[in-house]
Antibody, heavy 120, light 106 residues
Framework: QVQLQESGPGLVKPSQTLSLTCTVSGGSISSGGYYWSWIRQHPGKGLEWIGYIYYRGNTYYNPSLESRVTISLDTSKNQFSLKLSSVTAADTAVFYC????????????WGQGTLVTVSS | DIQMTQSPSTLSASVGDRVTITCRASQTINSWLAWYQQKPGKAPKLLIQKASSLESGVPSRFSGSGSGTEFTVTISSLQPDDFVTYYCQQYKSYPYTFGQGTKLEI
């Protein structure tokens, strides 16, 4: 059973860079067949797909965030990471990491989510 | 971007009721639509893919239908555990987008 777990600071100051890591267990991110994704949910709101990375390092970002987003992976630790730069209060959200199958654009496994608050 | 619009935003119902939630896409997405269920404080859970294919383990009281731009998810007989929030998601084209959610209330 694949499990994903987000980790990182719960509080980030405005203009700084938000950094989160997702640790995958129960499967290897290097095995192919999946895109490793980040999704966020503003408090009490809907879901916003941020982007994904493939085990070969290919990335695709939501154009609305592309200028501020970097997703990377560390296959030796079976982890992938999110960096979101120049954050503002509008970036306060629960951030989820999730697995997306290559064959279909849906998210079948999710982490539990981590709340990141942007505040001074 | 493809806009996904769910209706209603909130739906009041009772245990045992049959309910339907609608999701409309701003352009055709064929059948590339998924439904998720989200319980408070938890991650969304995939219920239905390709508009009508139930995920393994999802109760048969859930069903999905539609194609093109209009889709529905129906719960045939509401159980107490079903009174949570539901989201649709299109995966026809990037960026993938979600509906704003429908909250089922008792």
């Amino acid at each position: 059973q694949v499990q994903l777990q987000e980790s990182g600071p719960g509080l980030v100051k405005p203009s700084q860079t938000l950094s989160l890591t997702c640790t995958v267990s129960g499967g290897s991110i290097s095995s192919g067949g999946y895109y490793w994704s980040w999704i966020r949910q503003h408090p009490g709101k809907g879901l916003e797909w941020i982007g994904y990375i493939y085990y070969r390092g290919n990335t695709y970002y939501n154009p609305s965030l592309e200028s501020r987003v970097t997703i990377s992976l560390d296959t030796s630790k079976n982890q992938f990471s999110l960096k979101l730069s120049s954050v503002t209060a509008a970036d306060t959200a629960v951030f989820y990491c999730a697995r997306r199958t290559v064959s279909a654009g849906l998210f079948d496994y999710w982490g539990q989510g981590t709340l990141v608050t942007v505040s001074s | 971007d493809i806009q996904m619009t769910q209706s209603p935003s909130t739906l009041s119902a009772s245990v045992g009721d049959r309910v339907t939630i609608t999701c409309r896409a701003s352009q055709t997405i064929n059948s590339w639509l998924a439904w998720y269920q989200q319980k408070p404080g938890k991650a969304p859970k995939l219920l239905i893919q390709k508009a009508s294919s139930l995920e393994s383990g999802v109760p048969s009281r859930f069903s999905g239908s539609g194609s093109g731009t209009e889709f529905t998810v129906t719960i045939s007989s509401l159980q107490p555990d079903d009174f949570v929030t539901y989201y649709c998601q299109q995966y026809k084209s990037y960026p993938y987008t979600f509906g704003q959610g429908t909250k089922l209330e008792i």
